[in-house]
C-alpha cells in the first residue's frame, strides 16, 4: 500500500491542524496504521495507532487528550486531528501501516509502509 501524507503547516501555540494520509493501494482496510514524528535532531517517536476497523486506538502520552486518529476505509484515507498544539509538537509527521497487525504498535520496524512526511511547525 502506498501512502502520502499531507496537512502540514505553520500554526501558533494552541491552534488546531488536520493531517491526512491517503493510500492508493486496494488493501487499505487490511492494515492498522499509526502516525509518527520527528522532530529536528531527535529519533522519530510514535505518535498514535488505530487498527484496520478503527475500532481501537492509542496515543503517545503526550498526545492523548488533544490528538485523535480516524481512518475512512471507504476513502482510503487516515486522518490526524490535532488540538491544543504545543511547540513541541513541531516535527515531520509519518503515516505508516502495518499488514502484520502487530501487537507492538510502538515499534517503528512493525511498518512496512510509509508516507512521505509532512511538516507541521508551532510557534508560541
Known amino acids: 500500500v502506498q501512502l502520502q501524507a499531507s496537512g502540514g503547516g505553520s500554526v501558533q501555540a494552541g491552534d488546531s491542524l488536520s493531517l491526512s494520509c491517503a493510500s492508493s493501494g486496494r488493501l487499505f482496510s487490511m492494515y492498522n496504521l499509526a502516525w509518527f514524528r520527528q522532530a529536528p535532531g531527535k529519533e522519530r517517536e510514535f505518535v498514535a495507532h488505530i487498527v484496520w476497523s478503527g475500532g481501537s486506538t492509542h496515543y503517545a502520552d503526550s498526545v492523548r487528550g488533544r490528538f485523535t486518529i480516524s481512518r475512512d476505509n471507504d476513502k482510503n484515507t487516515l486522518y490526524l486531528q490535532m488540538s491544543n498544539l504545543k511547540p513541541e509538537d513541531t516535527a515531520v509527521y509519518f503515516c505508516?501501516?502495518?499488514?502484520?497487525?502487530?501487537?507492538?504498535?510502538?515499534?517503528?520496524?512493525?511498518?512496512?509502509?510509509w508516507g512521505q512526511g509532512t511538516q507541521v511547525t508551532v510557534s508560541s
Open positions: 505508516a501501516a502495518d499488514g502484520r497487525w502487530s501487537t507492538d504498535y510502538r515499534l517503528e520496524s512493525n511498518y512496512d509502509n
